[in-house]
Structure formats: structure tokens, C-alpha cells
């Protein structure tokens, strides 16, 4: 059984960078993909980034890209999620995410991933 769990969120200010962690366990990962999504209050999930377990191609929102940075480490069944220059507007739940690579088109839609973490919260204050 896939599980994903998130770590790496907290409370910081305007600015500031974190590092949100996945660590996926339960099967091997290597035709997978795993995305990061997020989800403010009042708002519906979007896509944020995405990795292809092989190979490493990344892929990106334009919003984010250049402050946020995805990586993985197979050695540890993990993904990670940069983040830098975090602003107000970067404030929601994170969730990690678990597909079977298809289409690029399909990486950034979040009801094609099979499987979810639980999330962890990123708060940033101005």
C-alpha cells in the first residue's frame, strides 16, 4: 500500500524559505510521478510542482518557478519541495501526490494522482 506523508510545513514570515519534505513508501516508484499541490482556505487545490521519478524531469506553475524548487533523493524514497522568498499569498495546506507518469497534461491535473498524502500546513505571516 502507497503512503505519502508530508513534513516540513510551519509558521514563518514574509521571506523566509522552507522546505517541505514527501517520504513515499509501499512500492517501487520509478514509473511514478509525484506532484505537490496546494490548498488555501476557501480556495480550490492547484497544482505546484512535479517530478518524474526517473529521470528527474521537473515540472513547474510559472508562478512559482524560480522560487520553488522540487528534488527528489531516491535513496530515500523522498521528494522535497524548496521554497524561497515565501510570500502571504503561499499560505495553505501541502499536499504530496502519487501517479503513474501518462502526459504532461496529466502531471498538473490533481484528480489524475492516485494517491495523496495527509498535508501539512505553511503559513505566512507579513
Known amino acids: 500500500q502507497v503512503q505519502l506523508v508530508e513534513s516540513g510545513g510551519g509558521l514563518v514570515q514574509a521571506g523566509d524559505s522552507l522546505r517541505l519534505s514527501c517520504e513515499a513508501s509501499?512500492?517501487?516508484?520509478?514509473?511514478?510521478?509525484i506532484g505537490w499541490f496546494r490548498q488555501a482556505l476557501g480556495k480550490e487545490r492547484e497544482f505546484v510542482a512535479a517530478i518524474r521519478w526517473s529521470g528527474g524531469r521537473t515540472y513547474y506553475t510559472n508562478s512559482e518557478k524560480g522560487r520553488f524548487t522540487i528534488s527528489r533523493d531516491n535513496a530515500k524514497n523522498a521528494v522535497y519541495l524548496q521554497m524561497n522568498s515565501l510570500k502571504p499569498e503561499d499560505t495553505a495546506v501541502y499536499y504530496c501526490?502519487?501517479?503513474?507518469?501518462?502526459?504532461?497534461?496529466?502531471?498538473?491535473?490533481?484528480?489524475?494522482?492516485?494517491?495523496w498524502g495527509q498535508g501539512t500546513q505553511v503559513t505566512v505571516s507579513s
Open positions: 501526490a502519487a501517479k503513474t507518469f501518462s502526459s504532461v497534461s496529466a502531471v498538473v491535473a490533481g484528480t489524475s494522482y492516485d494517491y
Open positions: 509501499g512500492r517501487t516508484f520509478s514509473s511514478y510521478v
